[in-house]
């Protein structure tokens, strides 16, 4: 859903970006409200390929687009042993994306931002497990199925509801954005992790400490918090054997 609403619906993303859509499967079988609401988003979002698929119905040009997130995706979905789902791995890949689409200057500087904020409000991983290899990433980009006359194609993107296919963007380029997305998730999980076990130490109230760190599906509070102005991580992502040990101190289960 989030994937189509970059690609071509701003109204889509925009609902994705105001409402709360992180929520408990089980509130699907009691709350007709919702169904209904989720219904409309899904489909919206098969409108839109529908719509482009209608248009180029042998991926002769536009159906292209419809790949956005997955040059990268794929890789960390076959690098991982498919232990990353392909949801999650294209997230991921709609980050880096956004990521490459700002160093090359295709779009805002901000726009990369936006996308992990309502990645990560989804409760959407966007950040590579550093885990992985990096070669073997590279390696498995290599293989993408879609490449064209040897050369790895990127759906970028100018803004939302705005992307586009670039066939030629450097190799050191999207390596760099690897090596970011990689170094990233290392550099800023095992700190926060830190940071929470002493913040626990002190205070069980994320409100209290310099970056909230909450569960992604505590919306209420991620929504209050960014109103507030601070700076928030949501724990449901990140090194897959921290993972738990984040998710039981945002609920308390640890002493």
Same mark, same amino acid.
Request: proline share 5%.
């Given at each position: 859903?989030?994937? $189509?609403?970059? &690609?071509?619906? +701003?109204?889509?993303?925009?609902? =994705?970006?105001?409402? @709360?859509?992180?929520?408990?499967?089980?509130?699907?079988?009691?709350?007709?409200?919702?169904?209904?609401?989720?219904?409309? =988003?899904?489909?919206?979002? &098969?409108?839109?390929? #529908?719509?482009?698929?209608?248009?180029?119905?042998? @991926?002769?040009?536009?159906?292209? /687009?419809?790949?956005?997130?997955?040059?990268?995706?794929?890789?960390?979905?076959?690098?991982?042993?498919?232990?990353?789902?392909?949801?999650?791995?294209?997230?991921?890949?709609?980050? *880096?994306?956004?990521?490459?689409?700002?160093?090359?200057?295709?779009?805002? +500087?901000?726009?990369?931002?936006?996308?992990?904020?309502?990645?990560?409000?989804?409760?959407?991983?966007? $950040?590579? +497990?550093? %885990?992985?290899? %990096?070669?073997?990433?590279?390696?498995?980009?290599?293989?993408?199925?879609?490449?064209?006359?040897?050369? !790895?194609?990127?759906? !970028?993107?100018?803004?939302?509801?705005?992307?586009?296919? #670039?066939?030629?963007?450097?190799?050191?380029?999207?390596?760099?954005?690897?090596?970011?997305?990689?170094?990233?998730?290392?550099?800023?999980? &095992?700190?926060? =992790?830190?940071?929470?076990?002493?913040?626990?130490?002190?205070?069980?109230?994320?409100?209290? =400490?310099?970056?909230?760190?909450?569960? *992604?599906?505590?919306?209420? /509070?991620?929504? %209050?918090?960014?109103? @507030?102005?601070?700076?928030?991580? %949501?724990?449901?992502?990140?090194?897959?054997? !921290?993972? @738990?040990?984040?998710?039981? /101190?945002?609920?308390?289960? /640890?002493?």
């Amino acid at each position: 859903i989030a994937k $189509h609403g970059l &690609i071509a619906d +701003p109204i889509l993303w925009q609902r =994705l970006t105001m409402e @709360e859509w992180h929520f408990a499967p089980r509130r699907l079988a009691t709350d007709r409200l919702l169904r209904a609401d989720l219904h409309t =988003l899904v489909t919206r979002a &098969i409108r839109v390929k #529908r719509d482009v698929v209608e248009e180029d119905p042998y @991926e002769a040009g536009r159906r292209a /687009l419809l790949n956005l997130g997955h040059t990268f995706g794929h890789a960390v979905e076959q690098v991982s042993g498919y232990a990353v789902r392909h949801g999650e791995a294209v997230a991921m890949g709609l980050a *880096a994306a956004a990521h490459l689409s700002a160093a090359r200057g295709a779009c805002s +500087p901000s726009l990369p931002a936006l996308v992990e904020m309502v990645l990560t409000r989804l409760g959407l991983p966007i $950040h590579i +497990p550093p %885990s992985l290899d %990096s070669a073997a990433l590279y390696a498995a980009m290599g293989n993408d199925k879609k490449k064209k006359a040897g050369r !790895l194609r990127f759906v !970028l993107i100018r803004d939302i509801g705005d992307v586009f296919v #670039r066939g030629d963007v450097p190799r050191k380029e999207f390596q760099q954005i690897l090596r970011d997305r990689l170094t990233f998730a290392m550099a800023v999980v &095992i700190p926060i =992790l830190q940071l929470v076990l002493f913040g626990y130490a002190i205070n069980s109230d994320p409100r209290q =400490l310099p970056t909230a760190v909450v569960a *992604a599906d505590q919306g209420p /509070l991620v929504r %209050s918090l960014v109103a @507030e102005g601070r700076p928030v991580v %949501s724990v449901s992502e990140g090194i897959t054997g !921290l993972e @738990e040990r984040f998710l039981a /101190l945002t609920r308390g289960d /640890l002493n």
